[in-house]
């Protein structure tokens, strides 16, 4: 019997899907995509020095030693028809113009936030709110010891539209993170599109071009 033909409905219809993890410096990218990842978490980190000092932003001593300065990139099955391929974006302003080419041919992306260092956030809200049309959802990041605060109040502060979902999670733990990137799949799926920068696309999915960037669930 042809080895291709008692393939599974499932690994016929099986789709992969590129998702964008942003935010600013030091918010925990890093670490989302590190803990899910069931595949070695490539990442491209090099150390903070002085020399930087004046270039780059900076974090309290002791809490953060390197940067990525290309991207993050990990896997996840997230379900047995989706696989989801992870790219972190650098959060130090010098490589922004980074992130068009990290957020094309994605479906969604999750922009992470630190209470702490709220300012921090609002670069990457902004990017995905007028300079992409890709879904997004806002995740903030419990970073462990910090105040826990009113999403409500969150929401007053980044200026967030009412209809672009805000969640809680960890970073450090894959459950959380997992959850994360459900709630995007789901808000993607309420929209019904997938988009890169600067345009929308209703394509829908084919079995026969699973290689297809622009991808409806529905």
């Not at 899910?36 to 900076?58: C, F, H, I, Q, Y």
């Not at 990990?74 to 080419?101: K, M, V």
């Not at 789901?186 to 345009?199: F, I, K, M, Y």
């Amino acid at each position: 019997m042809d080895s291709s033909a008692s393939r599974s409905d499932a690994d016929l219809l099986a789709i992969s899907a590129k998702i964008v993890v942003a935010g600013g410096f030091g918010v925990g990218k890093t670490t989302f995509v590190g803990s899910v990842s069931e595949v070695p978490p490539l990442s491209n980190e090099a150390w903070m020095t002085e020399a930087g000092a004046g270039v780059d932003e900076l974090v309290p001593p002791g809490t953060k030693s390197t940067t990525t300065v290309a991207m993050d990139f990990g896997r996840i099955t997230l379900r047995e028809d989706l696989l989801l391929y992870l790219f972190g974006t650098p959060g130090q302003a010098r490589f922004w113009f980074l992130w068009d080419d990290l957020s094309r041919g994605a479906l969604g992306a999750v922009v992470l936030v630190d209470t702490s260092r709220i300012d921090q956030s609002f670069a990457a809200i902004n990017y995905f709110e007028n300079d992409s049309e890709l879904p997004f959802v806002v995740a903030v990041n419990q970073f462990q010891g910090m105040p826990v605060h009113d999403l409500d109040e969150v929401r007053d502060a980044l200026a967030l539209s009412p209809d672009i979902p805000l969640i809680t999670c960890d970073a450090r733990d894959p459950k959380s993170a997992v959850a994360t990137l459900q709630e995007l799949v789901s808000h993607t799926l309420s929209l019904a599109v997938v988009s890169g920068p600067g345009r929308r696309s209703e394509a829908s999915f084919s079995a026969e071009d699973p290689s297809a960037p622009y991808v409806s669930l529905s």
